[in-house]
Structures are given as C-alpha cells and as structure tokens.
C-alpha cells in the first residue's frame, strides 16, 4: 500500500482565520487565479502574478477591487517575508522558484480550492470525485441526476468552474459535486468530502509527479478526513485502489464490470444489489468504460435520494460531454470526433475502443512523458496519424515503429486539414490528441474549440 507522504512539498496547517487582513501572492491567473482574487480581495492585500498578459476585463475588475496585478517571468522576485499566503494555480509545480522560495521563507502554499473550502456553509454535502480518467462524464452524470431530482446543487471544480465562483451562491443544506485534479489534491489540507469516488487510476502526469507512487499517493487524499459516516465509492478492476481503501474507516461501495458488487455490469446489464437495474441499451452513452462512469454515479445519487426513475431517465438522454468523443459534424461521409479531453494515451485507448471504422488519428501535445507505446494495441483501425506540436517527433517515431503511416505538422489546424485530404468515404477523423494541450492552449477546451472552428470551415 502507498503511504500518504509530501514529496513535491510542503502543505502547512490553515488557521481558520488566514484570510483576514492578510498579504495573499496568488501565482498564475487564468480562472482560478482570478475568481480566489475576488472572493479574497475585500478583506486582504492580494498581488496576482503571471507570466502572460490576461484577460483585459478581468484585469480591470481586479484592479478595481484593489488587487494588484503584474505581468512578470520572475515572480519570485516580488515574494518576500511579508506575504503570509501563496496561492498557486493547480498547474503549477512545487519546482516553480515562487514556491521553493515560500518553503524557504516558511510561507504556507495552498490553492484556489482549499482557499474556498473555508468559505463553505458547514452544513452542505460535498461529493468529490477524482481518477485518471471518466471523472468529467461522472461528476456530470450524479450533476444531471440531483438536477432533475430538484435537489439544490452545485457543479464546480476541474470541469473549469472554479469553487471559489460558487461561494456565495452555495447555501446551507445545499449539494456540491467537484471534480477534483491530482494537482488539486497535492494542496489539500483541510478539504474533505461526504462522498468520494476515485473512477481508475493509471500513469499519467507523471512530469509533474515525478513518479506513479506519488501521483497515486496525492489521489488518495480524496479520503481525507473520512469517518465512518463518509463514502467512499471505488472501483474492483482499480487493484490499487482496492488495496488502499481496506483500512479506510469509510463505507465502501463497489462498482465493477467484470465481477459482483454493489453495483455491476453483467453482459448487457447493470444490476444494483442482485436485481435488473437498467439494459445498456436503454443507456444513451456507449462502452465499458462509461458504464463504469454510470455505475459510480448511481452509487453517488441512490446515497442521496434520487429516484430510481430520475435516474434512468437522466441515462436514457445524457450523450456524454463536450470534448470527450464528442461527434461535431459528417462532411462527405467522414465523421469528425473531438476528444479534446484525452490528454493521456490511456484516454486515447478509450476512444479508439469507440470505432471500428478506419481512423484517421491526430495525436499531440505538450511532452509530459506519455508513454504512447500504451496504444500499441487499439491501433487496428487506424490507418493514418497526423501528429503536430511538441510530441510529434516521438509520435513520429511511434507510428514509424508501428507501420502506421504518419504525417508531422506543426500547428493543429494544418494537421486537421493533412488528415481531410488523407482522409476517404466512410472513415473517422479522431482528434484525441493523448497529450496535454498547454504547448499551444491555455486549455483542452481552447484546443477542443480551435478543432470544432476548423472543421465547420473545411468544404
């Protein structure tokens, strides 16, 4: 069993109080950065740094609440001993010199979550859900399910709604479903959930892990503070979170697809307790994989009262989430397929189980160690790759190793034109890209929505 430990650094205990008349260094804006701006601002003196020109508006708003903005590349410059706090973006590593020199200067570093967490009714009921991969479609699936129930709930977290947007909208007996990053949890002290759900685990972000062991251990930190009143809903095929989760003093409850539990998957149907729940059939998205994400999230809403027949309803329709094999459009019989989410080859796997059509693949991304020899065995279909970016000289020699033919672009855009003109009646073009998306997005969303804007102008 892995052993809870702190490896990338430092996490110091929060005073209930920290953020009262305090001098806050919030490193890196994007979304999270500017919505722990607010919510702080009014009673703290708070600095917001980046590296990059943001947002005008947002900018301005900051500056009008009295937080001071600068756009730096060494930000470790401006923190000294007079800041209490750093709040860093989820992204950003312990290695980055602000965060190094915070340890230096015994300066607690948390994020935009945790900061949040303290600001929350005591009353709410937090359902958190974290993995490797499915955590979007499930933290989606239990949104859809209390939403139609009519329960009053909230949806926020790394699905790209910061927690700290919410706060003044969550009241007291309210229900909060977050999607929850590794990156998140490293910085997780105080937060803790009445229900947690870890989907699967498998090597991923390991440049900013360093090792599986410690990107396994933060996983965990989803338990965090568990009693044996929480929940703690796990997967039977995940052997290592089967193994953690013994001694955890929380309710386990198991989904799985390939033998008994509370809830299971039995050829073409799910059964809750040993009796008929639903037909896959009658289950809108398709595949192993996202019946596991169904199952976890019946697990999650039958623990909070919703109805058998909201449930099925909600299944009957939901067709799963924005860039993650998201169908965009047929242009001369070839269909177009944004999987912008899969920033890891074991996503990519996933996608590729979803066709037995011929494939035309766009693979690439920022270089975070992927290990593409992982899609060595889905490959059948595929019959072209168009690779771009940083990663495409490894993914070059991958297709090469593999004889796949494959073609290297630089940009996105010229690789999703390549792929049209390789491309012929009948075949997929699959943007599942297994890798991160920040060597040329902020996000796998812009990169997702520079896909769809692209494929609407082809002819």
């Known amino acids: 069993m892995f052993e809870l430990n702190f490896v990338l650094g430092i996490i110091y205990m929060v005073n209930e109080n920290m953020l009262e008349n305090k001098k806050v260094f919030v490193l890196g804006m994007a979304r999270s950065g500017y919505e722990v701006s607010k919510l702080i601002a009014s009673n703290n003196d708070v600095l917001i740094t980046d590296a990059k020109e943001q947002n005008v508006d947002h900018v301005e708003e900051l500056k009008n609440l009295g937080v001071k903005y600068v756009v730096s590349d060494t930000p470790e410059d401006m923190l000294d001993e007079s800041f209490d706090l750093v709040i860093k973006n989820p992204g950003i590593t312990y290695k980055h010199p602000v965060c190094v020199k915070a340890k ?85 002290d105080k937060f803790k959930t009445d229900i947690s759900i870890v989907t699967n685990l498998t090597p991923t972000h390991l440049d900013f892990f360093d090792t599986y062991e410690n990107y396994v251990d933060k996983k965990f930190r989803i338990f965090n503070h568990h009693t044996s009143d929480d929940i703690a809903i796990i997967n039977l095929e995940d052997d290592l979170t089967v193994e953690y989760t013994k001694n955890i003093p929380s309710k386990r409850r198991i989904f799985t697809s390939q033998n008994r539990g509370h809830i299971y998957l039995e050829e073409d149907e ?92 766009l693979l690439g991304g920022k270089d975070r160690g992927n ?89």
């Not at 709930?153 to 790394?158: D, P």
């Not at 099925?312 to 944004?338: A, P």
């Not at 090469?400 to 034109?417: G, H, Q, R, Y």
Request: aromatic residues 10%; charged residues 25%.
């Open 104 to 188: 230096d200067l015994n300066i607690s570093v948390v994020n935009e979550v945790e900061v949040a967490y303290n600001y929350l009714p005591k009353d709410i009921t937090i359902v958190g859900v974290t993995g490797s991969n499915g955590k979007t479609t499930t933290v989606s699936l239990i949104y859809e399910m209390l939403l139609k129930e009519n329960k009053k709930v909230h949806l926020a977290g790394n699905i790209g709604f910061p927690l700290s947007s919410f706060v003044s909208k969550i009241k007291s007996g309210d229900i909060l479903v977050i999607e929850v990053s590794s990156h998140q949890l490293v910085d997780f």
């Open 270 to 361: 799910i059964y809750y307790g040993d009796e008929l729940f639903i037909n896959t059939k009658d289950i809108k998205l398709k595949g192993v994989h996202n019946y596991e994400n169904v199952m976890a999230a019946i697990l999650a809403v039958k623990n909070l009262g919703v109805s058998d027949e909201t449930i099925k309803s909600v299944l009957k329709d939901f067709s799963g989430v924005e860039h993650r094999i998201e169908f965009v459009k047929t242009i001369n019989d070839i269909d177009f397929y944004n999987d912008s989410k899969s920033t890891n080859p074991i996503s990519t796997k996933v996608a590729l189980r979803a066709f037995d059509k011929p494939v035309i693949l």
């Open 371 to 459: 290990n593409f020899d992982e899609l060595k065995e889905d490959l059948k279909n595929v019959k072209n790759i168009i690779c771009y970016g940083e990663t495409k000289d490894i993914i070059e020699k991958f297709a090469s190793d593999n004889n796949i033919p494959c073609t290297k672009e630089d940009v996105l855009e010229k690789a999703i034109i390549k792929a049209y003109e390789l491309s012929n009646s009948g075949d997929v073009i699959l943007f599942s890209p297994a890798c991160a998306s920040w060597d040329q997005y902020n996000s796998f969303e812009e990169r997702g929505g520079e896909f769809k804007r692209v494929v609407d102008s082809l002819k």
